[in-house]
């Protein structure tokens, strides 16, 4: 079964929000990895303000991850999405009009923001209406995802031979066509009343043990996930001494989870134990960050790069493996009215724990790459996935009651 004939086989809202997804990774990758460039060359801003630039728009998403997970579940799924999706048109639309600081920072805030309510209110819209499919209806939201990041940079980098405010624009027109088409599109979900109040909604993720530890072991997902943008294309790049080898990364990852992501989720949806398959898939990401401990060799730049491609691929596969799974089993964390919210805290916890583990990793490589990355960043890496496997595994989340408990909300009898 071909992924358009899976595609085809779900309700229109997951086909939508699907190829919607492939629209969102190419209209980000079309701007973002070009955004520091622009601001240090044509902009002429100092680190320092390109450091808030930046760091303002991840905070703004980070942060927010949980008040837009609970806006999806008080206003609605469908409103959250296509008010992210507007946002983020009018966000990079000011990149495009824009050089003064204080633009240049509302337009950061704006970006952030919407990925704040676009990220939790899909993935609540999806698990809500994927039923029992959710693992491969993710799947088939990682495959298009992946498509996208990789015709984005394409994209961005063709349309920079005009200039940079050409990218911002078209990234921004194409936010703004997504917003009109789930505006017209998208239907409602069916609407739900909630007695207990926003803070109470909160309290019941933030006192839930379980799913916080659960949150804290995937974490190691994330800040692996990190490493195909950091110490696999600096590694790359030392031993070819050549910048291509970071887009063979790329294009090796990405085809590895076009063609293989929605056959293997398939395959391990059948055997129903997910949490086996979540431990399985970080293991797997973590042995792959021993094998650029081997040294190739050899004067051919393109043997040396294998460890480096082989490494990848298991990243590649470790992620296809765990991910579908971890987000199957957050609405079953959260029961039926706070998917959105379980959805922002996972974000927000996870992906805060992945930035300082990030941070570690990119301190024992620091600034000198000229002879590589250092061992101890490889050592590392594999011990957050070895780490986050033993976790998960300690989770036995398929022996205790995961799929089926519904957390009551603090303060509701």
Request: charged share 10%; glycine share 10%; net charge positive.
């Amino acid at each position: 079964m071909n992924t358009w004939t899976t595609l085809h086989g779900f309700p229109l809202p997951i086909r939508l929000l699907v190829v919607n997804q492939f629209g969102v990774n190419v209209g980000f990758y079309l701007l973002l990895p070009y955004l520091a460039g622009y601001l240090a060359d044509d902009v002429g801003l100092s680190a320092a303000a390109i450091g808030l630039v930046l760091g303002v728009r991840n905070l703004s998403q980070q942060g927010l991850f949980l008040l837009g997970g609970s806006a999806a579940d008080r206003l609605g799924a469908r409103g959250v999405i296509i008010a992210g999706c507007a946002l983020r048109a009018v966000g990079f639309g000011l990149f495009a009009l824009g050089t003064a600081l204080p633009v240049l920072l509302a337009a950061s805030v704006l970006s952030g923001l919407a990925g704040a309510l676009f990220n939790p209110a899909v993935r609540s819209y999806v698990a809500q209406a994927a039923a029992d499919r959710r693992a491969e209806a993710f799947a088939l939201f990682t495959v298009f995802a992946s498509a996208g990041a990789l015709l984005g940079p394409l994209l961005g980098s063709a349309l920079l031979l005009v200039d940079f405010r050409a990218a911002a624009l078209t990234a921004a027109a194409l936010f703004a066509a997504l917003t009109v088409a789930q505006a017209v599109w998208l239907p409602a979900p069916p609407a739900t009343t909630r007695e207990a109040t926003v803070w109470q909604d909160w309290r019941t993720g933030l006192t839930d043990r379980r799913f916080l530890a659960f949150s804290v072991a995937l974490a190691g997902m994330f800040a692996l996930q990190t490493q195909l943008y950091l110490i696999l294309p600096v590694q790359a790049e030392h031993l070819t001494g050549h910048p291509a080898a970071v887009a063979v990364l790329f294009v090796v990852s990405t085809t590895v989870t076009l063609t293989l992501q929605l056959p293997l989720t398939r395959r391990l949806r059948r055997r129903r134990n997910r949490g086996a398959s979540i431990t399985a898939g970080m293991a797997v990401m973590g042995a792959g960050f021993l094998l650029p401990l081997l040294r190739v060799p050899s004067p051919s730049p393109v043997l040396r790069l294998v460890p480096v491609l082989a490494a990848a691929v298991l990243l590649t596969l470790g992620v296809m493996i765990a991910q579908p799974f971890v987000l199957e089993l957050i609405p079953a964390f959260a029961g039926p009215h706070l998917t959105g919210t379980y959805f922002g805290l996972f974000y927000l916890v996870s992906g805060v724990l992945a930035a300082g583990c990030t941070a570690a990793v990119g301190a024992t490589v620091g600034t000198a790459t000229g002879t590589g990355v250092p061992p101890a960043a490889w050592l590392l890496t594999a011990a957050v996935g070895t780490a986050s496997a033993g976790a998960v595994w300690l989770l036995r989340l398929d022996r205790r009651r995961t799929a089926t408990s519904t957390p009551t909300p603090a303060g509701v009898s």
